[in-house]
């Protein structure tokens, strides 16, 4: 593939920003796709890049989750599920030195050499690839930023005498239980995090850590792929790990890449070992001063594929790279899988013709969450692709009814729950493919169901194995006298928290805000602790559709009122402020408070929608600046400062956008839809948030075509709302126009006031400013 647009490898450490930096510049674009290596990164990307600029810009796409909107702008995607032959003008791919790892390399160097934004590319990773990205892609600049914060080595410790704030690495699951079991004893207790979890499941155990409640973290290497967690020492407690072959050292780059997950930020961190096991000679050195040997072969498998037959698919996935630096993968589990369906004479018979092969070949790229027995995985395949090659071309609802039911059960111990976790993935990711099952929505709404509710039972087995209930203070208590107390939340999760202003007397809300304060539940309706998790987790995970925002700008869950629209950076960008949930924990009322900027953000995308489709994107640049003065104003601007723009409209222009609803007045430029009950309300949301309190208008009545300017509101209130003052009266945009045309005909203003919303006596003054 030809580089015509420029590409960027930002290489170098841990926490030197390289994920901020691209997330910020994607957004800097007006369309862009990121890749990350991990499904809960990716969840954590998505909720980070939502909160900017709102769910409906953002896609979210994994094997076993797609949220897609009607128009996004972004996709957060995982590497495997990005959709390669979507153009985009910025693309990134994070943690590119996975290309070297031997089961998911050939797709890293797949979008390695061959998926490019339009505009702009970034790859991202870890400095040991910098003379093959050189050699690789030499049209590449190579960039490299040092670490924000220093990363110290100290040495060995033992697992009584942690710093709190720690994480303790193990590479077993049975290793990692016996840790906690240990942190339990001694400490009061640990959160787990294991790759086999869940999101929803890492995410509760995640917020134990990030609140306090629990001062360590038992965890494989899973948290060693930019997981932003606040941790400030790691401590291994092995050196060894199984990589799905052969139990084998951690190289020194890996070590540096888990190490590195201490410090945040500008906070520094330390790594070591768990005594007596000791890092050997030159490792901590190494990670210290992040000096490791580059890496010398990437793993490849040719995008070429030839779907004329089995046999030559199998060939075709077997070609051998022409650069000496690429090493074909050997043991992919979907080639292996392919191989296996193709001694099956039946299979084989089903499988002929591109279109037959093509779908086996889908068919064998279903992931083996279980990792149970390879021969009960091709089994399963055997079956799907059987059902999906017969007459009907979908699975048998009857069959995946049987099948996830009999998952669908919340009893069991910890590891009987993660393999049932795993098994409803499979059938996750099998209803993500609306060709294959009848009704996909309703079987992915399933399947989540399912997973929500096995990770809630998860999430509760392990707090009663590895915490000891009693409260963090009372923990930290027990800690040895050389440990430092437990910090409070991150600054991230201390952002202002405050009851709502109340609603003005005689406001036209009032009404309403007082039966939603009675009717709203106190914190004691959250008790107990795992109603308020499972509360929180379906909060967070829920659509735009279930919040609501009143004109005060408060936000409601139902009746529960859960925070307020805020001033932010601009009048499009509020800020949120929670209602009183400090039953919840910090770390709770952080993800709370994520999910409601990101409905703000909603919010006025949603209201915005008129001015900000394609076709609006397309137009001239002068339209183009009319319409941005437009979303300055949310839906209103004065002719006098779109002058320019104006003047340099064509008649097709100013035809275009009249078809759009958007007109271009003599003194007002509006949109139409945005003068609707709906809108309005919701422009009376925002500017409750971005004036000071007492300069917001009242809200009109229904129909109302103008309003007496009060003392003390800011005109500028009236205009955001689609209520230009003129003199005495804010009279509506589309109003203000009406008459403007009826007093240039010679109309005299008195006869023009029941138009106006005003006495006749009044009606001279508006018209004089009108004509002004």
Not at 354 to 359: D, K, P, Q, T
Request: charged share 25%; glycine share 8%; with cysteine.
């Amino acid at each position: 593939m030809v580089d015509a647009s420029p590409i960027t490898a930002v290489l170098g450490p841990t926490n030197t920003g390289k994920t901020h930096r691209a997330i910020e510049r994607m957004l800097s674009h007006d369309s862009g796709m990121i890749g990350l290596p991990l499904r809960l990164l990716a969840r954590e990307v998505y909720d980070r890049v939502s909160t900017q600029v709102g769910e409906a810009r953002v896609a979210l796409v994994t094997g076993e989750e797609k949220r897609v909107p009607r128009r996004p702008d972004y996709w957060v995607c995982t590497v495997e599920a990005m959709p390669v032959d979507l153009e985009v003008d910025f693309l990134a791919i994070d943690e590119i030195q996975l290309a070297a790892h031997d089961q998911r390399g050939h797709v890293f160097t797949e979008r390695l050499l061959l998926s490019r934004g339009r505009r702009e590319t970034w790859f991202l990773g870890a400095d040991t690839m910098r003379p093959l990205m050189a050699e690789l892609v030499p049209t590449a600049s190579i960039v490299q930023h040092p670490r924000l914060s220093r990363l110290a080595s100290a040495g060995a410790g033992k697992l009584s005498r942690l710093p709190p704030r720690s994480a303790v690495v193990a590479f077993s699951t049975p290793q990692v239980y016996e840790i906690a079991e240990r942190l339990r004893a001694q400490r009061g207790g640990a959160a787990v995090v294991l790759g086999a979890l869940s999101p929803r499941t890492r995410n509760a155990q995640v917020a134990l850590f990030q609140s306090g409640e629990v001062d360590y973290l038992v965890a494989t290497d899973a948290i060693g792929m930019g997981l932003n967690l606040d941790v400030r020492h790691v401590a291994f407690a092995a050196l060894r790990k199984f990589d799905g072959r052969a139990v084998r050292d951690l190289d020194p780059a890996e070590l540096a890449q888990i190490a590195g997950r201490a410090g945040r930020h500008l906070a520094d961190g330390t790594f070591g070992t768990v005594a007596p096991l000791s890092l050997p000679d030159g490792v901590a050195a190494a990670i210290e001063a992040h000096r490791f040997p580059p890496v010398r072969r990437l793993l490849w498998r040719s995008s070429e594929l030839d779907m004329s037959s089995i046999d030559a698919l199998l060939a075709s996935l077997r070609a051998r790279p022409r650069a000496r630096s690429l090493r074909l993968v050997d043991d992919a589990e979907d080639t292996a899988a392919l191989a296996r369906l193709a001694e099956d004479p039946e299979v084989r018979a089903r499988a002929r013709g591109e279109e037959a092969v093509g779908l086996l070949w889908e068919v064998c790229r279903i992931p083996d969450f279980r990792k149970l027995l390879f021969e009960s995985h091709v089994a399963l395949l055997a079956e799907i692709y059987g059902q999906l090659s017969g007459p009907s071309a979908a699975l048998d609802a009857g069959w995946m009814a049987a099948r996830v039911a009999e998952i669908d059960e919340v009893a069991g111990d910890i590891d009987t729950l993660i393999t049932r976790i795993a098994s409803i993935r499979t059938w996750t990711y099998i209803s993500n493919h609306p060709r294959w099952v009848r009704d996909a929505a309703a079987w992915q709404e399933r399947t989540r169901a399912i997973e929500d509710r096995l990770s809630d039972a998860l999430h509760e087995r392990l707090v009663q194995r590895f915490v000891e209930r009693g409260g963090g203070a009372a923990r930290r208590s027990r800690s040895s006298s050389g440990a430092r107390s437990s910090p409070g939340a991150p600054s991230t999760q201390r952002r202002a928290e405050a009851e709502p202003p109340a609603v003005p007397a005689g406001h036209p809300f009032a009404p309403i805000a007082a039966l939603r304060a009675r009717l709203a539940p106190g914190p004691a309706a959250l008790a107990p602790e795992d109603d308020r998790a499972r509360w929180v987790e379906a909060l967070v995970g829920a659509p735009h559709e279930r919040f609501s925002v009143d004109v005060g700008g408060r936000i409601f869950d139902g009746e529960r009122l859960l925070g307020q629209l805020a001033r932010g950076p601009t009048l499009l960008l509020p800020d949120v402020r929670l209602a009183a949930l400090e039953d919840l924990g910090a770390g709770a009322r952080s993800r709370v408070l994520r999910r409601l900027v990101a409905f703000a953000r909603d919010l006025v995308e949603a209201l915005l929608a008129p001015l900000r489709s394609p076709e609006v994107r397309a137009l001239p640049a002068a339209a183009r600046g009319i319409v941005y003065q437009l979303e300055q104003g949310l839906g209103t601007a004065a002719a006098r400062d779109a002058e320019e723009q104006v003047a340099e409209l064509a008649p097709e222009g100013r035809a275009l956008l009249a078809a759009r609803g958007i007109e271009v007045g003599e003194r007002v430029l509006y949109v139409q839809p945005l003068l609707r009950r709906g809108a309005l309300e919701r422009r009376l949301a925002l500017c409750a948030a971005w004036f000071d309190r007492g300069r917001v208008p009242a809200c009109p009545a229904p129909g109302a075509v103008s309003m007496a300017v009060a003392r003390g509101v800011d005109p500028k209130a009236y205009a955001a709302i689609g209520y230009p003052v003129f003199g005495t009266r804010a009279l509506r945009a589309d109003v203000a126009e009406r008459v403007l045309r009826a007093l240039a005909s010679g109309e005299p203003a008195e006869r023009l006031s029941g138009w106006m919303g005003c006495s006749a006596r009044e009606a001279p003054r508006v018209a004089a400013s009108l004509l002004g």
